[in-house]
């Protein structure tokens, strides 16, 4: 999958990114500033009703795509555009050439377009001897550096103003002012004589309208207006996915579209264009207008079943715009062409497995991509899906190998954590703290001090735990995973004196295991099948009302993955779906069904604050839960900035990319501390991992505890 070598260069890349301070403030304000936007743009609108809308646009669409590309043809060359269909992007940039050979063309300009960026359609120009400028300010800076985007909307957003005022003073040969308006002024000095000269121009399409043969052009700068109409030549270049059905689908879309990809509520420009322009071109000519509509593909990926959802795509670049990893590296390590979390599957399709396979390495699976999501997209399933695919075509690292054998033999698994319990005293603390960290496996880790494991795990202490239980009022199964089961087991003794203290009865089957997700993380889905299966069967024995887990990524896993893991397993299908059912996180348990409140709590009012896992407020969509609780037990509460933002742990991730595991971590230790509280909870043993080996490596007095401790600690006696 991903070799020794190919590992060590990326990782230097990555401490390229890191060392580069413009990147990282331009990227980390943009973050920011991007939520806020967003927030803004889509205030007073039901989102989620907004992005069903598209895809369910998008879905009928898709299920028609044959029928609308005939009638969007037959429309389109009734008003007198000739259109094209070009399977891949060698017949794409074939027809594109002939178009400019046929017609006596020289001189190109283009507005922004993905499209070409994919089919690298300027090298195809330049080879053939035609001279081609983009025109789009962004798009023209990197051309002129020889580079590609390192966003899909904001092109050259890693580029300070420093250096396009060196880039345009050795294009212009005069010495430039680091001023972005002069220099904006600079660009369309430089650009209008190139519009005034140009034989054809080439635009990209937002949509292609079947019902009229129209395609729609959104835009912030008003050069693809110039682009469409000054050239007597006019070829737009659209993949198949832009089709929809009528103008109402595409306006549709445009609601979305400007609000999630920069957080406005309509981009500058919008440009409708159905059939050859009849006015002469600049130069007096008659107006000759040719769609390419591209393949490359995409009809393959419209069959299966898992991927097809990828047609959803509106191409807006939010799911980069909130990524914590391209937050940090930026788009030239975060993609092939096409970035974020979209680029790491469609470079596989577009591209092949040779230039994806290390790219899907990249996703922390924090699901923010999946949250923001235009077409409502499962983007961290399908970049999990790729990562599988590319296994099975190449073959298994031996890591992921050895994981999947070792995870999915419970008692081997168990054993081998109980070998490491006498292994680690060595070097273990009185803390809970190893001393000195195994370096030839955690090399570039000493940001954060790793927990060791529990002298007596959970499932031992289990069978002595005082369990006052009321079986009238509710029976509940305990999923402990293995890091609460073997490291932490103080947070589910916790939670056993809480909902002991409230009379539910509780059970806890002794054969379940760790749930699967970094098998999934690794994309073994095989043995993450046997792991799910395991699992369910342990807890079919006995009749439960509900499934409880105190750690948030298991249960997003549990819950959301199960089923979709499952669907093809005739055996297993309805009982991972009732098992799931069943799963509910330790906050939204307490809270909700429990219902504590502050005459179950008291104690001291400790300034508190809270980090929402990932898993939490995204897989599982709880947000309020442990809040309202840290607030009922007397809690001086303060929330953190960002505290949905990911901590930077990831699971396999951290062990493979220290350095991005770091710069992540540090940044949500910053927002804590600013909230000067002196306890941080959290609900992921994962997380109480990362944070608090981190705090501990700063010195820093917080304490971080699971929300079901602090809770436990304060609870009134009965």
């Excluded at 920011?32 to 809308?53: H, N």
């Excluded at 319990?421 to 030839?440: C, N, T, W, Y």
């Excluded at 990932?614 to 609780?629: F, M």
Aim: aromatic fraction near 6%; charged fraction near 25%; charge should be positive.
């Amino acid at each position: 999958m991903q070799n020794a070598k190919d590992l060590k260069e990326y990782r230097r890349q990555i401490r390229e990114s890191l060392g580069d301070e413009f990147l990282q403030k331009t990227l980390d304000t943009f973050a920011v500033a991007y939520r806020t936007s967003r927030e803004k743009a889509f205030a007073g609108f039901d989102v989620g009703s907004l992005i069903a809308d598209v895809a369910r646009s998008k879905e009928e669409a898709l299920s028609r795509i044959g029928e609308l590309y005939r009638q969007f043809r037959e429309n389109a060359e009734k008003a007198g555009v000739q259109v094209h269909f070009a399977k891949d992007a060698a017949q794409a940039n074939e027809i594109i050439v002939r178009i400019a050979k046929e017609n006596g063309v020289q001189r190109i300009v283009k507005s922004k377009s993905m499209t070409a960026e994919e089919i690298q359609l300027n090298d195809a120009l330049e080879e053939s001897d035609l001279e081609v400028v983009e025109t789009d300010l962004g798009e023209w800076i990197i051309q002129l550096r020889h580079e590609g985007p390192s966003h899909m909307v904001m092109p050259a957003i890693h580029l300070s103003r420093f250096q396009v005022r060196d880039l345009f003073t050795d294009v212009t040969g005069a010495e430039q002012q680091p001023d972005i308006d002069k220099l904006v002024k600079v660009a369309r000095r430089q650009l209008r004589e190139k519009f005034a000269g140009a034989d054809m121009g080439i635009t990209g399409a937002n949509f292609a309208v079947a019902q009229t043969g129209t395609i729609g052009l959104v835009t912030n700068e008003g050069n693809a207006r110039l682009v469409t109409t000054l050239p007597r030549v006019h070829v737009a270049l659209m993949g198949i996915d832009k089709l929809v059905p009528r103008l109402t689908d595409a306006l549709k879309i445009l609601k979305v579209l400007p609000r999630n990809a920069t957080g406005q509520n309509l981009t500058s420009y919008v440009t409708w264009i159905t059939g050859a322009n009849e006015c002469a071109s600049a130069k007096g000519e008659r107006k000759i207008t040719h769609f390419v509509m591209l393949d490359n593909g995409r009809l393959e990926i419209a069959k299966d079943p898992l991927f097809s959802q990828l047609f959803r795509c509106v191409r807006c670049g939010a799911c980069a715009n909130v990524c914590p990893v391209y937050r940090v590296v930026g788009g030239h390590k975060m993609g092939h062409i096409y970035i974020g979390a979209i680029g790491l599957i469609l470079t596989y399709f577009f591209h092949g497995a040779e230039k994806a396979k290390n790219l899907v390495q990249n996703c922390i699976n924090c699901e923010a991509c999946k949250e923001v999501c235009a077409g409502g997209i499962d983007l961290p399933r399908l970049i999990k899906g790729v990562q599988a695919r590319i296994l099975e075509e190449t073959k298994h690292p031996l890591p992921s190998l050895l994981l999947g054998k070792v995870l999915k033999n419970r008692k081997l698994f168990h054993t081998l954590l109980r070998t490491a319990k006498s292994a680690q005293r060595p070097v273990a603390d009185r803390e809970g703290f190893l001393r000195h960290l195994p370096m030839i496996f955690f090399k570039d880790h000493d940001y954060k001090a790793l927990p060791k494991v529990a002298e007596v795990p959970f499932r031992d202490r289990w069978p002595g735990l005082e369990k006052r239980n009321d079986a009238s009022r509710m029976r509940i199964g305990l999923f402990s995973g293995c890091v609460q089961d073997f490291v932490y087991p103080e947070q589910m003794e916790a939670a056993v004196k809480l909902f002991s203290a409230h009379g539910v009865a509780m059970s806890y089957p002794m054969s379940q295991s760790c749930c699967g997700l970094p098998l999934q993380m690794m994309g073994e889905t095989g043995t993450a099948k046997e792991v799910a299966g395991q699992n369910i069967k342990a807890f079919e024995k006995e009749r439960f009302d509900y499934i409880v887990t105190l750690c948030a990524s298991c249960g997003s896993h549990l819950k959301n993955n199960y089923p979709a893991i499952l669907a093809d397993d005739s055996r297993l299908r309805e009982k991972a779906r009732s098992f799931a059912a069943k799963v509910i996180d330790f906050s939204s348990f307490a809270d909700g069904v429990l219902g504590l409140t502050s005459r179950d709590f008291s104690g001291e009012a400790r300034k508190a604050t809270f980090h929402s896992p990932c898993h939490l407020c995204r897989g599982l969509g709880v947000h309020d839960a442990p809040r309202r609780l840290l607030r009922a037990s007397g809690l001086d509460f303060r929330e953190a900035d960002e505290s949905e933002v990911c901590c930077g742990f990831g699971g396999t991730f951290s062990l493979k990319f220290p350095e991005l595991s770091a710069e992540i971590l540090h940044r949500k230790l910053d927002r804590i501390e600013q909230t000067g509280a002196t306890l941080l909870c959290t609900d992921c043993p994962g997380c109480i991992l990362q944070l608090r080996g981190g705090l501990r490596k700063r010195g820093s007095q917080i304490a971080v505890m699971h929300t079901a401790e602090a809770l436990a600690g304060r609870m009134k006696k009965r």
